[in-house]
């Protein structure tokens, strides 16, 4: 079982006319990693994926951020799309 610590919401759009809440940045502590979930899109493009030349020895998913150690993570692009996720009130699904 997942337990994830979440930051801020929006709401998915699901089929069918159904919504669904969520956070906005989240943090995970997986069994072998540590999950950064950034639900947040910068010029049409979710920032994870965005910046993820930027981000380090980082595994990087559509708005997941994965890593074995904080020392494989560059906090400076951290902080950036943190950043950019506390601006935003709304997610496009």
């Given amino acids: 079982e997942q337990e994830i610590i979440g930051y801020g919401d929006y709401t998915i759009n699901l089929?069918?006319?159904?919504?669904?809440?969520?956070?906005?940045?989240?943090?995970?502590?997986q069994k072998n990693?540590?999950?950064?979930?950034?639900?947040?899109?910068?010029?049409?493009?979710?920032?994870?994926e965005k910046y993820r030349s930027?981000?380090?020895?980082?595994?990087?998913?559509?708005s997941s951020?994965?890593?074995?150690?904080?020392?494989d993570l560059d906090m400076d692009t951290l902080k950036k799309v943190v950043s950019i996720a506390r601006g935003q009130s709304n997610i496009p699904s």
């Fill in 33 to 48: 990693y540590i999950s950064i979930y950034v639900n947040a899109v910068e010029d049409g493009q979710y920032v994870a």
């Fill in 54 to 62: 930027k981000l380090g020895k980082v595994k990087v998913g559509k």
């Fill in 15 to 29: 089929s069918r006319g159904k919504k669904s809440e969520w956070f906005m940045v989240g943090l995970a502590i």
């Fill in 65 to 71: 951020i994965s890593f074995k150690r904080l020392d």
